[in-house]
């Protein structure tokens, strides 16, 4: 069965520093998530993606996030200069078309700043 | 403001006990409502959907408008039913999908 790919899986770094993960959606899926989770929380739309254009960044802090799917198919999130808050579970996710229809979730990066 | 309230953080019952899942939602529009489930070690997936009014893994959840509410319920919990529950609610306009908190449940053998 197909599955939403992410890596690293785990990413430890100082603050400061820059960051990237990497999403591989779901062949066929349009449509592209990037969830931001902090402990205890639920999951926090950062970015929605249709194909290769954004559909939604209202909550991505631009100043440091950004967030790019050139060829409509993988994703990269950035993060630079890494704060000590962005410490959290970043999780991908893809569906094949609306928001309404099922989201397919990856497994997460586990991001801490130290 | 367009929300999703799930106002118990940790829920524990025994095996065969009943279960409720509260979820609360505040929209202005006609809601969209879902339950997504995180079992231990495994990916956030979905459980059901109110539209499709359909009983998952022996889980039911209705929509009540005038309570503004989408509470999830089984009538027996089992052991593996252990999992941490999001509700979630479609922004129509935004075209983006709202989660709450999250409750975890526990099922004492």
């Known amino acids: 069965e197909a599955e939403v790919a992410q890596s690293p899986r785990y990413k430890i770094t100082e603050k400061s520093q820059a960051v990237a993960f990497w999403c591989d959606p779901i062949?066929?899926?349009?449509?592209l998530y990037w969830y931001r989770q902090i402990l205890g929380q639920g999951p926090e739309l950062l970015v929605q993606?249709?194909?290769?254009?954004?559909?939604?960044d209202s909550q991505l802090p631009k100043d440091r996030f950004s967030a790019e799917r050139l060829k409509g198919v993988d994703s990269t999130l950035k993060i630079q200069p890494a704060e000590l808050g962005d410490s959290a579970m970043y999780l991908c996710?893809?569906?094949?078309?609306?928001?309404?229809?099922?989201?397919?979730f990856g497994p997460g990066t586990r991001l801490l700043v130290l | 403001a367009q929300r999703v309230t799930q106002p118990e953080k940790l829920l524990s019952v025994f095996k065969g006990a009943p279960v409720e899942l509260k979820c609360n939602y505040s929209?202005?529009?006609?809601?969209?409502l879902f339950w997504y489930v995180q079992y231990s070690r495994q990916r956030l997936q979905l459980l059901l959907r109110?539209?499709s009014r359909e009983s998952i893994k022996g889980f039911t959840a209705d929509l009540n408008k005038g309570e503004t509410s989408f509470h999830l319920k089984k009538p027996f919990a089992q052991e593996e039913d252990s999992a941490m529950y999001y509700c979630?609610?479609?922004?129509?306009?935004?075209?983006?999908?709202?989660f709450g908190q999250g409750t975890r449940l526990t099922i004492n053998p």
């Open positions: 996710a893809s569906s094949f078309g609306r928001v309404q229809e099922t989201q397919y």
């Open positions: 062949s066929g899926h349009a449509t």
């Open positions: 993606f249709q194909d290769e254009s954004v559909v939604d």
């Open positions: 929209y202005s529009g006609s809601p969209e």
């Open positions: 109110h539209i």
């Open positions: 979630a609610l479609v922004i129509q306009g935004a075209q983006k999908l709202v």
